[in-house]
């Protein structure tokens, strides 16, 4: 997660920064273009293929153990695994997501959801009061195909995203 969250960074400053040529349009050569890192996009989803790509986690054809769908800053979920069980985290990284911890909370208490208060230990991109910004841990324990119903479940009803919304995959 740090990763993440490190790449996030390092753009926001290059993209706050500019490059560095005030503006003027600077040719390249075949031989420059070869020096540049090709850039990597995130896969897109729509919420009903989520249970593929949970599929693929659980088989360990991810670069990580855990996956991410995000359809803006703040509506980004974490699916996680434990012995072949899922379940979710919300991290509040930024001041724009603290507000859906509580909305988080109080809709996984209306669905008897059991909720741990952790964190990753990544500090806060935006707000000052916490070392560590917090995570709540949806401690929901089961298949894939529950967790993908929670998870289209909590992303329409708690962040009004619909059928159609795409999600970038992450990491």
Known sequence: ??????ILAAFAVLCLAGCG???KRVS??????????????AKQITIDKLPEVLEQLKNGQSDYDFLGICSRPEACIYFMQDGGKFYIDYEAIAREQRPYLERIR?????????????????TP???DDMA????LSLRIDTDIDSIAVVGKKLMHDIFQNNDSTLYDVVP
């Open 1 to 6: 997660m740090k990763t993440i969250i490190t």
């Open 21 to 23: 040529n005030n503006g």
């Open 28 to 41: 390249t050569t075949d031989k420059d273009m070869a020096d540049i890192p090709t850039v990597q996009y």
């Open 106 to 122: 109080k809709y996984a208490s209306k669905q008897g959801f059991r909720v741990v208060e952790t964190t990753y230990g990544n």
């Open 125 to 127: 991109i935006d707000y």
């Open 132 to 135: 560590q910004a917090p995570v």
